[in-house]
């Protein structure tokens, strides 16, 4: 079946450093992809998605594009700030579900 | 922006008994869905919903489960005998449609059966 597969955290930075968390997935067909971000004491929100190849989603200053080449969705952003501490999950749609990934732990330090 | 509710944001109950889970979701959103999340796992597809009936559901989503759209706008999930493996996070979700239309969560019910 479809699956995704995160990074494992977590994943401690100082301020102002490069984040980069790799995903990879496994699906039939063409999924949409996701990348969802749980602060803490919240629910999931989307924070970005791209729904097919070559497709550059972004919000936020975090940025991941859908690699079909490599069945990858890795997220990035250039300069965390503390209020970026929170548990990222990325996620694929297919067949009226959403499979997600681990989840990673980031926590920026100041 | 409007958003996905979900009421009670915790819920404590002895094993055996039954418990409702209730989600509002976002008003002009056509398709609604249930996960869960038990501690230190992944987030897990439950069930999905459309046009009243079940789209699609997962192998977690056996006989003690059911879900129902009593009127217009609630969402619930129901548990007919909980077990203590039943303890979770519970997350419901709407969307305008599957695909490239984003599903919207609730901040989630946290379950705990004793």
């Known amino acids: 079946g479809d699956s995704v597969t995160q990074m494992e955290g977590p994943v401690t930075l100082s301020e102002e450093a490069f984040l980069t968390i790799n995903c990879t997935y496994t699906?039939?067909?063409?999924?949409?992809l996701f990348w969802y971000v749980q602060y803490p004491g919240e629910g999931l929100q989307l924070l970005l998605k791209?729904?097919?190849?070559?497709d550059k989603g972004s919000n936020k200053g975090f940025e991941a594009t859908y690699r079909k080449e490599t069945t990858s969705f890795h997220l990035e952003k250039g300069s965390v700030q503390v209020s970026d501490s929170a548990v990222y999950f990325c996620a694929l749609e297919s067949d009226y579900k959403l499979s997600f990934g681990a989840g990673t732990t980031v926590t920026v330090r100041a | 922006e409007p958003e996905v509710t979900q009421t009670p944001s915790h819920q404590v109950t002895q094993m055996g008994q039954e418990v409702i889970l209730r989600c509002v979701p976002i008003?002009?959103?056509?398709?609604f869905y249930w996960y869960r999340q038990i501690l230190g796992q992944k987030v897990e597809f439950l069930v999905s919903?459309?046009?009243?009936?079940?789209?699609?559901k997962s192998e977690i989503f056996d006989d003690q489960f059911s879900v129902e759209r009593p009127d217009g706008s609630n969402f619930t999930l129901k548990i007919r005998s909980t077990k203590l493996e039943d303890s979770a996070m519970y997350f419901c979700?709407?969307?305008?449609?599957?695909?490239?239309?984003?599903?919207?969560f609730g901040d989630g019910t946290r379950l705990s059966i004793l």
């Open positions: 008003s002009n959103h056509l398709y």
């Open positions: 919903f459309y046009n009243n009936e079940i789209s699609e």
């Open positions: 699906a039939t067909g063409y999924p949409s």
């Open positions: 979700a709407s969307s305008k449609r599957t695909g490239n239309q984003p599903q919207h």
């Open positions: 791209a729904t097919k190849a070559d």
